[in-house]
């Protein structure tokens, strides 16, 4: 399992690289600009439950491998209540919407990318074994700490302004998340000397690959999304912002 692990770090450095963090980097724009994707975010938030109640977890299991995954579907399974508790802090909940615009928007052509995140995760994990599913859910905790942390600097810098914290785009989050399915470097050690078949090597590496395709894609997404929408005005058709607010 060692070159599995690798090939995920690997694959981390580059995901790290990519455009979307270099805006959230940028502090010439607002703040709240470089957060305006959070709503885009909410079909992958709130699919988190049950993927992780009814896909990842398994009980009961005699397997020291599963019992380790089903901690962390214990960890993980109520995140999406700290993504609708942002929603509210971010005011993005101040918004009139009708419920079916809510669910145009969430099913919209533009967020494609989010939704086939959270489908291919559910496809891959589904069935799979519990060596399978540790793959997926360190690619998972992989990118979600680029992400998370990239999201917690920005949610730092809003606390200063507003007094108001955000939980699941914040430190709070990010702090429980390890970056890792597993805690302690005895049992990383001991997931590195897992042997995998030839096969099953074969067919991580796959996973590995395209799951951080996708995610590559989808923060592709999430970044011509906050360059296009203003972030008080989340719902509205897609324009050019960026410009005037970084001229601000
Ligand atoms: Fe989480």
Redesign the pocket.
């Known amino acids: 399992m060692e070159e599995v692990l690798e090939l995920i770090e690997k694959k981390k450095q580059e995901f790290a690289k990519a455009e979307l963090f270099e805006f959230m980097r940028d502090k010439s724009i607002d703040p709240r600009q470089r957060l305006a994707f959070a709503p885009c975010i909410a079909h992958f938030a709130m699919s988190?439950g049950e993927l992780n109640q009814s896909i990842f977890r398994e009980e009961p299991t005699n397997d020291p491998l599963q019992a380790m995954i089903n901690n962390h579907t214990y960890e993980?399974d109520h995140?999406w209540l700290w993504f609708l508790a942002d929603m509210e802090t971010l005011g993005i909940n101040n918004k009139s919407l009708k419920f079916s615009d809510a669910l145009n928007f969430v099913w919209s052509e533009q967020l494609k990318a989010s939704r086939l995140v959270t489908y291919q995760i559910f496809r891959y994990a589904f069935g799979a074994s519990p060596i399978t599913k540790l793959a997926i859910l360190e690619v998972v905790e992989a990118s979600?700490n680029v992400f998370l942390s990239a999201t917690a600097s920005i949610a730092e810098e809003l606390r200063s302004i507003t007094k108001k914290e955000l939980i699941y785009f914040g430190c709070f989050?990010l702090d429980v998340?390890t970056g890792h399915t597993t805690g302690t470097p005895d049992v990383e050690q001991s997931i590195k000397n897992i042997p995998l078949t030839i096969e099953s090597r074969q067919e991580i590496f796959e996973i590995v690959e395209n799951l951080f395709e996708i995610f590559t894609k989808q923060i592709a997404e999430l970044l011509v999304y906050a360059k296009t929408h203003s972030f008080d005005q989340p719902f509205t058709q897609p324009r050019e912002i960026l410009q005037p607010l970084k001229a601000a």
């Open positions: 988190f993980d995140h979600g989050h998340e």
